[in-house]
Each structure stands twice: as structure tokens, then as C-alpha cells.
């Protein structure tokens, strides 16, 4: 177990660094040297630093110092931690490390193009272990806590735009605009590959014997439904639960993770699905609602 922990441990590290280097990389040798705002926190601390020449880490570090004591109090202390350690880690590649490399100033799609390739990457990576890079991510946890039939991407959408249109005053050209919107996009898309790698969603079978308590852990946290089926080993003979969930492929990691801690010794099938219909994967649909309205037939119920 515990050397389960050390490799989990060691696994998050290496992500949260890399994808953070990456991130910081794609805005500060690409994307503000071209005078493009890619929305959020990384956005305006790129304004900011045009405007007034404070260093984008400490500007970065400030703007989500506030957020981050209000997730503390509203969202959740291990969401705050986790975020803290990824904006300490942006803020000492933006202010430390960057400022040695070059940057790119020229064509500003190429700027663009590859600040949002970079940018998607790192999300991507730092995403895969359920860590996020603080900003917009922030305030959407903290308006879905007050209103949770407001969608998470909605809200980053909205914040983003006004960013965005706000970097056409700040820079007096229209081309920061639109070349922040090919950067978005961009970030987006590879963000999507890096996560998602291909289809819509998984489908996973989960093989244990403490199939119970994953299910009810993957119902209470994963906000996703459960269908429990009896298996025996055909060599072993012993009993055991096989746990269906069909996931979107961005929360497969969270469910993998939650299995794991339950049990070690889970063996987890996960196939990738070109497409999933139905309660909980429609247009619209909220996986809180999913959880609560559909269990897939499971024989298990979220506890109080």
C-alpha cells in the first residue's frame, strides 16, 4: 500500500510539472510576446504585465490568491491544496525559469497556433491527475456550488470571452481578438486529445471483491451510475462484483484513482466508445442529476 502511495505520489509530481512548464510555456514565450490574451487568469495577467510591466507569476500568483480562499471555505480543501501547488509551480516557471528562454515575436498565428498547442498539452497533463490550473476553473467550482444546474464549461466560455474582448481595448487591435480565439480553440482541441485520446466516453468493467464500496464511492464521487453484476472466477472459483460504468473519458482517471484506493488489487477493463446516449450523457443533462435519477440498474444507493 504503501508504495502504491509513493508511486501515486511521484506520478502526480510529474505531472503537475510538466504540464505546468508546458502551459506556462505556450503564454509566456508565445502567446503574450504576440500581444494575445487566451482568456482567464493567464489572460489578464498577460494584460496586466503590458500594462504596468508586474511580472506575470506574481500577477498570476495574486489574482488567484482570493479564489483560492474561497474554494478553500466553499469547494473543498484537497481541490484548493491541489490548485495551490499548481499555481506555486506557474508562478516560479513565469518569473524564474521563462525569463532565461527566448521568446517568439512574429507571426502572430504561428504564436497563436503553437501557445495554445503548448497550453492544451499542459492542461491536458495536469487535468489526467485531477489537479487544476486555478482561474477560470475556480470560479466555475464556486458558481456551480450556489447554482449547480449551471454548466462548468459554460461559465469558463462566459469569463473567457470577456477576457478576450477586454484584450482589444488593452492592445487597441482587433487582431488580439481573433488570434486569441484561434488559441482558445486550439487549447481546447489538444487539450480534448491528450485527455480523451479518441471517442466520447469509456466504458469500463471494474473485477472485485470490494465491488460495494467502489460502486458507492464512484456514485458519491464520480457522480456516475452503477450497474453490479455477480462473477465467479472460472479458475479461482471465488465470488466476485463486476462493476459496469459507462464515463466520460475525462473522468476516467478520477474512477481509476477511486478503485485503486479501494482496492489494489481491482482489474479494470476500460474500452473506448464512439458514442453514449442515454440519461446522464444528453445534451444538457448534469452527472449530479445522473447520479441521483439513474444507477443503471445498480443494487447500490449513495449513502447519506
Known sequence: ??????????????????????????VF??????????????????????????????????LNLPLLLLAFFFVGKIFALKTLVTISLM????????????????????????????MGAGLGIVFMRDFTTGGSDIIAKLVQVKRPDFQMGQVIMAIDVCVVLASGFVYGRIESVLYAGITIFVYTRVADTVLYRKGSGKVVFLI???????????ILECHRGVTILNGRGAYSGMPSNVLVVAIRSRDYYKLKSVASEVDEHAFIIASDCGEIYGNGFRPGDLPEKAAADWNGGATVEPSE
Open 1 to 26: 500500500m504503501l508504495r502504491n502511495q509513493r508511486k501515486e505520489l511521484a506520478l502526480d509530481a510529474l505531472h503537475v510539472i510538466v504540464g505546468s512548464l508546458l502551459y506556462t510555456a505556450g
Open 29 to 62: 514565450c508565445f502567446t503574450a510576446p504576440n500581444q494575445i490574451a487566451p482568456g482567464g487568469v493567464s489572460g489578464l495577467s498577460t494584460m496586466l504585465n503590458a500594462l504596468f510591466g508586474i511580472p506575470m507569476g506574481v500577477l498570476t500568483f495574486a
Open 91 to 118: 508562478t516560479f516557471f513565469l518569473d524564474v525559469l521563462l525569463p532565461q528562454l527566448p521568446v517568439y515575436e512574429g507571426d502572430m498565428i504561428l504564436g497563436a497556433l503553437i501557445g495554445g498547442a503548448l
Open 208 to 218: 472485485s471483491r470490494r465491488g460495494q464500496e467502489i460502486a458507492r464511492r464512484i
